[in-house]
Each structure stands twice: as C-alpha cells, then as structure tokens.
C-alpha cells in the first residue's frame, strides 16, 4: 500500500522555522521525484519545491527560495522540507507528492504530474 505521512506542521511565530517530514512507503522511493505543495485557504494549490530521486538536483518557488530547503534521506525513505523565515503568507496545508522518474525542464528537476500524494500538515504562521 503506497503511503506519503506528512509531519511537522504547527503554530509558528513570524521570523520562525519549521521542519516538515515526509515519511514513504509502498513504493520504490529512490526512482521517484519529491515535490512539496502547498494550499493556502480560499487559494488554487501550488508548488513549493522538488527534489531529484538521489537528491541531486532541487528547485524552488520564487516565493520561497532562500528560506527553504528540501533534502531527502533515501535509505530513510523520507524527505524533508526545513522552512525559515517564515510568514503569515506561508500559513498552508503542505503536501508531499511522489512523481516516478526525474524529469528536468533546461535543466533543472520538475515536478508535473504527480504519481502519489500525502494528506498534508497544517502550517500556521501567526503572531
């Protein structure tokens, strides 16, 4: 049974930083790309970040990058995604997704259609 269990999310403070977890299983983790979305309330989901299947090559949202990192740890069948910085406008509902095979667009790892998705972690940036 293939399963993404997303972990970390919570109540954070402005200027504050977290680390999400996203626990595998089910499927052969390391031939699959990462990519971690998010879904703000009343707004369309988006995607944060992506992640190569060895962990070589990552790529971000403009909106994020330099505030977040995401690494992987194959032999843990998990990945994560350390967020600093934060801000209100970061509060979401952050997904993990698996998409099988790297897939680069100029270059760089891309995350499309996704294969498997966890049921998300609340993140909530408030003062």
């Known amino acids: 049974q293939v399963q993404l269990v997303e972990s970390g999310g919570g109540l954070v403070q402005p200027g504050g930083s977290l680390r999400l977890s996203c626990a595998a299983s089910g499927f052969s983790f390391d031939w699959y790309t990462i990519g971690w979305f998010r879904q703000a309330p009343g707004k369309e989901r988006e995607g944060v970040s992506c992640i190569s299947s060895r962990g070589e090559s990552t790529n971000y949202a403009d909106s994020v990058k330099g505030r977040f990192t995401t690494s992987r740890d194959n032999a843990k069948n998990t990945v994560y995604l350390h967020m600093t910085s934060l801000k209100p406008e970061d509060t979401a509902v952050y997904y993990c997704?698996?998409?099988?095979?790297?897939?680069?667009?100029?270059?760089?790892?891309?995350?499309?259609?996704?294969?498997?998705w966890g049921k998300g972690t609340l993140v909530t940036v408030s003062s």
């Open positions: 997704a698996a998409d099988r095979g790297d897939e680069y667009f100029d270059g760089v790892i891309g995350c499309g259609d996704m294969d498997y």
